[in-house]
Nanobody, 120 residues
Framework: QVQLVESGGGSVQPGSALRLTCAAS????????MSWYRQAAGKQRELVAS???????NYAESVKARFTISRDNRKKMVTLQMNSLEPEDTAVYYC??????????????WGQGTQVTVSS
């Protein structure tokens, strides 16, 4: 069983920075693809950034050069550093873990989400 707990959200002005943290439990963190998703009001949930077990990164075009995802396998944590925030970044941000079991079955877990609001 995996539990993911996000923290670090808040309300900030445009141009500000926030750092989101996702703390994971369980033994599968080091073999998991870790991702941040977000869902704005009235919109579908979308991928923001991901980092795989080799440290390869993937970002949505809208956040490239502003957001940075990183992971610490020893601490079982993944972070999302968000700089130069824009009102369009306002959303609930979710941490996601995905890994394959011994028989190849896929496991996906989500955190409860943390609200990020960017407004002047």
């Amino acid at each position: 069983q995996v539990q993911l707990v996000e923290s670090g959200g808040g309300s900030v002005q445009p141009g500000s920075a926030l750092r989101l943290t996702c703390a994971a439990s369980g033994s599968a963190f080091s073999v998991s693809l870790m991702s941040w998703y977000r869902q704005a009001a009235g919109k579908q949930r979308e991928l923001v950034a991901s980092i795989n077990t080799d440290g390869n990164l993937n970002y949505a075009e809208s956040v490239k050069a502003r957001f940075t995802i990183s992971r610490d396998n020893r601490k079982k944590m993944v972070t999302l550093q968000m700089n130069s925030l824009e009102p369009e970044d306002t959303a609930v941000y979710y941490c996601r873990s995905r890994f394959l079991g011994a028989r190849g079955q896929e496991y996906i877990y989500w955190g409860q989400g943390t609200q990020v609001t960017v407004s002047s």
